[in-house]
């Protein structure tokens, strides 16, 4: 039997770097202001900490859409692959050329291209998908809160959200 109801699980555990965070803050702050010493100087570098955890958590947070859509989605020794219903593939996450979100498919689509392939688009809320955060945290000049605006945001249209070079001429802007 269970004491909390899904909808609050599943959002506690959805904040759950952020709550870890503030308990971890709590902590530290009770170390400073109790009887100081070792303690205090274990609760200040508690404390900060916490806070370098709480902004990745809530990045992190952020990226997580929920789970129970089309698919699965594996990240292992640097290879993405997807298991969906009708598609599917793998890609290597060094060669990854361009990422786009499709917010036009239903679900959103997050759509990863790289040279001679087909684009694989994998749903925001395949499940695993929350393991994309950390592929995409490591592809070089990435604006991750630009990547979290557009994903909680309403496009209309496809959006390239990074791409190694430039594929478009130089006079016409991405945005």
Do not use: C
């Not at 916490?50 to 952020?62: K, T």
């Not at 997807?82 to 290597?92: E, F, S």
């Not at 087909?118 to 393991?131: C, D, M, R, T």
């Amino acid at each position: 039997m269970s004491f909390i109801r899904p909808e609050a699980k599943a959002a506690l555990w959805r904040w759950r770097e952020v709550v870890a965070a503030g308990l971890l803050a709590f902590v530290g702050s009770t170390w400073v202001v109790g009887p100081g010493g070792l303690l205090g100087g274990l609760g200040w570098i508690a404390i900060a900490v916490s806070l370098g955890l709480a902004v990745v958590g809530f990045q992190r947070a952020r990226f997580r859409t929920g789970s129970g859509g089309p698919g699965v989605v594996l990240v292992d020794e640097g290879q993405i692959t997807y298991y969906g219903p009708l598609t599917g593939g793998v890609i290597a996450t060094d060669a990854i050329e361009r990422l786009a979100l499709d917010p036009t498919a239903k679900p959103a689509h997050w759509v990863l291209e790289q040279p001679g392939q087909p684009p694989l688009q994998v749903p925001v809320n395949a499940e695993g998908a929350e393991a994309l955060f950390d592929v995409f945290a490591t592809l070089p000049g990435l604006r991750t809160e630009r990547m979290l605006n557009e994903l909680s945001g309403k496009g209309v249209h496809p959006v390239v959200i990074w791409e190694r070079r430039s594929m478009r001429p130089p006079e016409l802007r991405l945005h």
